[in-house]
Every structure is written in C-alpha cells, then in structure tokens.
C-alpha cells in the first residue's frame, strides 16, 4: 500500500508522514525535502525553484519522475506530496489541512534551511499563501490537477487543534477500515 499525504504547509504533512511510517514499517518519502534538495543543488532557496516553476516544468518533472516510478514499482510507502494523488492515483489520499495562522506560527517556529529566513508570523502566513497558489497554479499548467480540491482525497483532516499523534490515529483507523473493505 502506498499512502500519500497531501495539504497546507504547515499541517502537519512531513511529520505525521515519518510517524505514520514508522508505525506501520513502511519507507518515508518527502517531496518537499527532495524538492529542496533540488533547490540547494542549483544553488537557490526553494521559493526561487518555485519561481523557476512558473515557467520551466523541469522544476517539477525531475522529482515527479521519481514519484511515477515509485508509485508503479514499490510498496509499502508513505510520501509526503502535494501532488500524489495525481501521480500515484491507486494510492490512499489524504489531505491534511490547517488555519493559515496556525500553518504560519508552525513554519515560523521551524524554519527550514531551504527557506528564506522569516522574521514575523506575518512574513510566514504571506509566504505560505503564495507557495499554495504559485504551486497549485503550476500543477493546474502542468497536470491540469488542483491540489486544493478536497474532492481528489480519500481522507480530510483538520489538524489545526489535533496533535500529530491524534491525526496518525484518525489515519490508521482509516487505513484499517479500508483494508477490510
């Protein structure tokens, strides 16, 4: 089974993701890790990948490419994508979404070093908008796929007052459940 998790900066994705697989044995992936490496290798924060994006696919397409393959060769996944349920569509499809605040206040705490540095929770809800609509635009020129349409998931969650250990139980209880169906 390969899970993919999808959503709001900042909602939990990458986290609950490596929760998720340690509990139930199977690999992690993060595409936004592999994303940023990408970015690093070329020398650019993530954001400047992202602006790239906007108008050269490779930005995009050379860490999907991995995704494809995953999707069609391996199992026992859970990958951290905003795309996923797109690329791998016989996966289980969940979408973690947040308050735009709290997702801010979560990025402001733990910034990344592919980032550029935030100084206020404001400057970290602003950019968090943009990403979302820059990235959904790509994938909308891209894949003709919206990422934000809740209606491509199998599983919505809201984790803007869950723990991270709260929204691995709503997601194994799901994946039992659909197991036995």
Not at 50 to 75: A, C, S, V
Request: charge should be negative; aromatic fraction near 8%.
């Amino acid at each position: 089974m390969i899970i993919t998790i999808s959503g709001i900066p900042g909602a939990g994705k990458s986290t609950v993701g490596k929760i998720l697989a340690k509990k139930l044995d199977y690999r992690f992936l993060s595409m936004g890790d592999l994303r940023g490496v990408i970015a690093v290798k070329h020398g650019m924060t993530i954001d400047e990948l992202n602006e790239i994006g906007k108008t050269e696919e490779w930005t995009d397409k050379e860490p999907d490419k991995e995704l494809i393959r995953i999707g069609e060769q391996e199992d026992d996944y859970v990958i951290d994508t905003w795309i996923g349920f797109h690329l791998i569509p016989d996966s289980v499809k969940i979408f973690l979404k947040i308050d735009m605040r709290k997702g801010a206040e979560r990025i402001f705490k733990d910034q990344r070093p592919d980032e550029p540095e935030k100084e206020t929770i404001e400057e970290a809800e602003e950019m968090l908008k943009k990403r979302v609509k820059d990235t959904n635009d790509r994938f909308k020129k891209y894949y003709d796929a919206d990422f934000l349409d809740e209606s491509h998931y199998d599983l919505i969650i809201d984790t803007t007052s869950l723990t991270q250990e709260q929204v691995v139980e709503k997601i194994i209880v799901y994946i039992e459940n659909f197991k036995l169906k």
